[in-house]
Nanobody, 125 residues
Framework: QVQLVESGGGLVQAGGSLRLSCAAS????????MGWFRQAPGKEREFLAA????????DYADSVKGRFTISRDNAKNTAYLQMNSLKPEDTAVYYC??????????????????WGQGTQVTVSS
């Protein structure tokens, strides 16, 4: 079982940046692919980005490609989401998840076995 804890959210002005962290603990953490999703009020949870366990393969949603960067440090059992050029529509609760699924399934929520509690990101205009 893997436990995940997100941090780094907060209030930022449009155009600003934040870096989210996802600290993982548990068995074989470094062998999981890691993904970031977000959920805005009244909306479905949305895929943002995912990274393979080695960090060599990444996938991004079109809505964040070029603005967000996913990375991981297996020595620290931590995944990151660097978010630049933030927009008010990026306001949401951000979640990280751990998955043993293949790359083809990274965008599917049910692929993820474990989730963190989420961290709130609010972007003011």
């Amino acid at each position: 079982q893997v436990q995940l804890v997100e941090s780094g959210g907060g209030l930022v002005q449009a155009g600003g940046s934040l870096r989210l962290s996802c600290a993982a603990s548990g068995r074989a953490v470094s062998t999981y692919a890691m993904g970031w999703f977000r959920q805005a009020p009244g909306k479905e949870r949305e895929f943002l980005a995912a990274i393979s366990w080695r960090g060599s393969d990444k996938d991004y949603a079109d809505s964040v490609k070029g603005r967000f960067t996913i990375s991981r440090d297996n020595a620290k059992n931590t995944a990151y989401l660097q978010m630049n050029s933030l927009k008010p529509e990026d306001t949401a609760v951000y979640y990280c998840g751990a998955s043993y699924g293949s790359r083809a399934s990274w965008r599917i929520q049910s692929t993820y076995n474990n989730w963190g509690q989420g961290t709130q990101v609010t972007v003011s205009s």
